[in-house]
């Protein structure tokens, strides 16, 4: 009897503090060892979704471009405002009912329009054509694609003549972006100075890119720079790291 009792007591003894700070300690060194390889397969996800809707909306860049006669819009007037690719291409059309050349029905892009930015980026849901993937100029109407087959139409209107395109598979059309001032996603991409909105190496310091021949992947700053003088892009001369220093191309 008596010793079922002592089993019976020590089967209800509690935790020493020590045994429990041991345990706590324990759990803290888990968490601590987990959790970078945690947050990479986040960061790695949401890259792979970046890239994925790069891919969606360039497929309804281009299918534009082949009814356009080879024309790539990049910017649009709609009475005295500047509409960048977003507007130009998205399906929104309850948006901009009055302006024939905007949402040309190409990109499915539902209420918050994310198809058109990247999951690592900032968003700003109500202005959402504005603040999407960037394009070489366009939004603005700062050129960074060489002369030869870049057209300006009536001052603002900008396109890019893609049966000019010398390597298609060289020039972007779509890549991750952000301005300086309001860390968002930018729907231009400038980069002529170190301030300015440009191209942004948020994934891994590298940039989700897509071009005018229908790829896309992720490039360093180093590739981005070599693609852009191998096509003698003038004056596009600055990006971002992720940390939001300026990156030299």
């Excluded at 999951?119 to 700062?142: C, E, M």
Aim: with cysteine.
């Amino acid at each position: 009897m008596k010793n079922m009792n002592r089993t019976f007591s020590w089967k209800h003894q509690k935790f020493t503090l020590i045994e429990l700070l041991v345990v706590i300690a324990v759990i803290a060194i888990l968490a601590g060892m987990l959790l970078p390889a945690l947050n990479k397969a986040r960061d790695r996800a949401r890259s792979i979704s970046c890239l994925a809707r790069q891919r969606q909306c360039t497929t309804g860049i281009l299918l534009y471009m082949d009814d356009f006669n080879g024309m790539i819009a990049l910017q649009l007037m709609a009475n005295t405002s500047q509409m960048g690719w977003g507007a130009i291409y998205s399906d929104a059309r309850s948006t901009w009912p009055t302006y024939p050349q905007l949402a040309q029905g190409y990109i499915a892009v539902g209420k918050t329009a994310e198809i058109t930015r990247c999951p690592s980026a900032g968003f700003n849901i109500t202005n959402w054509a504005l603040y999407s993937f960037g394009t070489p100029g366009g939004y603005g109407g700062v050129q960074i694609v060489p002369t030869a087959y870049w057209l300006s139409i009536a001052g603002p209107n900008c396109f890019i003549n893609a049966k000019k395109v010398a390597m298609p598979e060289r020039q972007f059309i779509l890549s991750d972006s952000i301005s300086s001032d309001g860390k968002l996603q930018s729907v231009g991409i400038w980069g002529t100075t170190s301030t300015q909105q440009s191209v942004h190496f948020r994934h891994n310091k590298r940039a989700n890119t897509a071009f005018i021949d229908g790829h896309a992947e992720a490039i360093s700053d180093k590739q981005f720079a070599a693609n852009n003088d191998a096509v003698g892009a003038p004056n596009f001369a600055y990006g971002f790291a992720d940390d939001m220093t300026s990156v030299a191309l």
